[in-house]
C-alpha cells in the first residue's frame, strides 16, 4: 500500500524557517517524482515545488523561488520541504504528492495520484 | 501562467443526480488537464487525467471530456460519498501547474 506521511509543521514567526518531511512506502521512491502542494486554510490548491526521481530537474513556484529548498533521500525513503524566510501567506497545509506514471513509458504524467496527509504550517507572530 | 476557471463554483444536487462541472483554460492546454476530489479535512484524490482517463479504482460514475481550452467533468448519478469540492489541474504549462478555485457539491 501506498502511503506518504508528511511531518515537521508547526508555528513559526514570520521570518523563521521549517523543515518538512514526508515519508514514502510501498513503493520503489526513486523511481517517482514527488512533489509539495499547499492549501491555505479554506483555500484551494497551490503547486509549491517539484523534484525528479534523481534529483537532477527542481522547479518552485515563484511565490516561494528563493526561499524555498526541496530536496529526497532515495536511500531514506524520504522528501524534505526546508521553508525560510517565511512569511504569513505561507499558512497552509503543506501536501506531499506523488507523480502518475505512465504505465507503458514509466514516463510522469505530471499529475499527483498519491497524496500525503498533510501538515499545517502555520506562520504567525 | 495559464490561469484556471470552474463554474459553477457551488451546487446543490441530490443522490441519483446527475452532475457536470466545467473548468476552462486562459489557453489551451490540449488534454493535460486532471480531476481530483477532496472531502473536508482530507487530501485530494485523483480521479480523471488526461481529461478524460479514470484512474484505477475511481468508479465509472465519474467521467471527464473536452480538450484545448474547455473540460468538464460529470458524476453520472451522484452518491451519497460524491459530496465533496473538485478541482482541476493543468499539466500543459510544466513544471508551473495551476489548480482551479474548485467547485463545492453539496445535499440539496
Known amino acids: 500500500e501506498v502511503q506518504l506521511v508528511e511531518s515537521g509543521g508547526g508555528l513559526v514567526k514570520p521570518g523563521g524557517s521549517l523543515r518538512l518531511s514526508c515519508a514514502a512506502s510501498?513503493?520503489?521512491?526513486?523511481?517517482?517524482?514527488m512533489n509539495w502542494v499547499r492549501q491555505a486554510p479554506g483555500k484551494g490548491l497551490e503547486w509549491v515545488s517539484s523534484?525528479?526521481?534523481?534529483?537532477?530537474?527542481?522547479y518552485y513556484a515563484d511565490s516561494v523561488k528563493g526561499r524555498f529548498t526541496i530536496s529526497r533521500d532515495n536511500a531514506k525513503n524520504s522528501l524534505y520541504l526546508q521553508m525560510n524566510s517565511l512569511r504569513a501567506e505561507d499558512t497552509a497545509v503543506y501536501y506531499c504528492a506523488r507523480d502518475l506514471l505512465d504505465d507503458s513509458s514509466g514516463y510522469s504524467l505530471y499529475y499527483f495520484d498519491y497524496w500525503g496527509q498533510g501538515t499545517l504550517v502555520t506562520v504567525s507572530s | 501562467d495559464i490561469q484556471m476557471t470552474q463554474s459553477p463554483s457551488s451546487v446543490s444536487a441530490s443522490v441519483g443526480d446527475r452532475v457536470t462541472i466545467t473548468c476552462r483554460a486562459s489557453q489551451g492546454i490540449s488534454s493535460w488537464l486532471a480531476w481530483y476530489q477532496q472531502k473536508p479535512g482530507k487530501a485530494p484524490k485523483l480521479l480523471i487525467y488526461a481529461a478524460s482517463s479514470l484512474q484505477s479504482g475511481v468508479p465509472s460514475r465519474f467521467s471527464g471530456s473536452g480538450s484545448g481550452t474547455d473540460f468538464t467533468l460529470t458524476i453520472s448519478s451522484l452518491q451519497p460519498e460524491d459530496f465533496a469540492t473538485y478541482y482541476c489541474?493543468?499539466?500543459?504549462?510544466?513544471?508551473?501547474?495551476?489548480f482551479g478555485p474548485g467547485t463545492k457539491v453539496d445535499i440539496k
Open positions: 510501498g513503493f520503489t521512491f526513486s523511481s517517482y517524482s
Open positions: 489541474q493543468q499539466a500543459n504549462s510544466f513544471p508551473l501547474f495551476t
Open positions: 523534484i525528479s526521481s534523481s534529483s537532477s530537474y527542481i
